[in-house]
T-cell receptor, first 111, second 111 residues
Framework: GEDVEQSLFLSVREGDSSVINCTYT??????LYWYKQEPGAGLQLLTY?????DMKQDQRLTVLLNKKDKHLSLRIADTQTGDSAIYFC???????????FGKGTHLIIQP | DSGVTQTPKHLITATGQRVTLRCSPR?????VYWYQQSLDQGLQFLIQ???????AKGNILERFSAQQFPDLHSELNLSSLELGDSALYFC??????????FGNGTRLTVT
């Protein structure tokens, strides 16, 4: 199966919270990342969490890590139209390997 | 702006041709990574260089090659192009062990 899995789509109303989920398979992952890709643009690093942490908060963004279940989530509070994008979860095993990405979750904002 | 510069932004070429994609990493970053993004395969890690030396190889075809020069910029060479090579090619750079920062990509169209 895939190393990193995400739902393909999430639809939320403007002003609500969005929760994007991700599961990964490699328990030796050292860092887990969230990247945002807007149409026609590159990948923007949103936030990341070290594997020995449970939670990280950065303004409207909250990352939760359940290492036992290998589950990572990104919560966006007060979702705005500018948050409409594809959100990628990625894991790093440290060392020389590149990141392994999920297929991305398309976040759709309803007015 | 991530600080990673990729040129050109768009490239249209014919099957069988050869192209070179260029990447300038962020100032101070010794690692350069190349990724391919396509609709069916998602984001695939191709190759990593660290301070001029190849560090890790991912799903890179034999028709593709890369190098990192003494000034740390990198080039990805794609030869004998096929229709299936049409994709977005991203370069990323990092300080070792730190998050990757991505450029805006080169969109390659093979006709």
């Amino acid at each position: 199966g895939e190393d990193v899995e995400q739902s393909l789509f999430l639809s939320v109303r403007e002003g609500d919270s969005s929760v994007i989920n991700c599961t990964y398979t490699d328990s030796s992952s050292t860092y887990l990342y969230w990247y945002k890709q807007e149409p026609g643009a590159g990948l923007q690093l949103l936030t990341y969490i070290f594997s020995n942490m449970d939670m990280k908060q950065d303004q409207r963004l909250t990352v939760l890590l359940n290492k036992k279940d290998k589950h990572l989530s990104l919560r966006i509070a007060d979702t705005q139209t500018g948050d409409s994008a594809i959100y990628f979860c990625a894991e790093s095993r440290g060392g020389a390997d590149g990141l392994t990405f999920g297929k991305g979750t398309h976040l759709i904002i309803q007015p | 702006d991530s600080g990673v510069t990729q040129t050109p932004k768009h490239l249209i070429t014919a099957t069988g041709q050869r192209v070179t994609l260029r990447c300038s990493p962020r100032s101070g970053d010794l690692s350069v990574y190349w990724y391919q993004q396509s609709l069916d395969q998602g984001l695939q890690f191709l190759i990593q260089y660290y301070n001029g030396e190849e560090r890790a190889k991912g799903n890179i075809l034999e028709r593709f090659s890369a190098q990192q020069f003494p000034d740390l910029h990198s080039e990805l060479n794609l030869s004998s192009l096929e229709l299936g090579d049409s994709a977005l090619y991203f370069c990323a750079s990092s300080v070792e062990g730190r998050p990757l920062h991505f450029g805006n990509g080169t969109r390659l169209t093979v006709t």
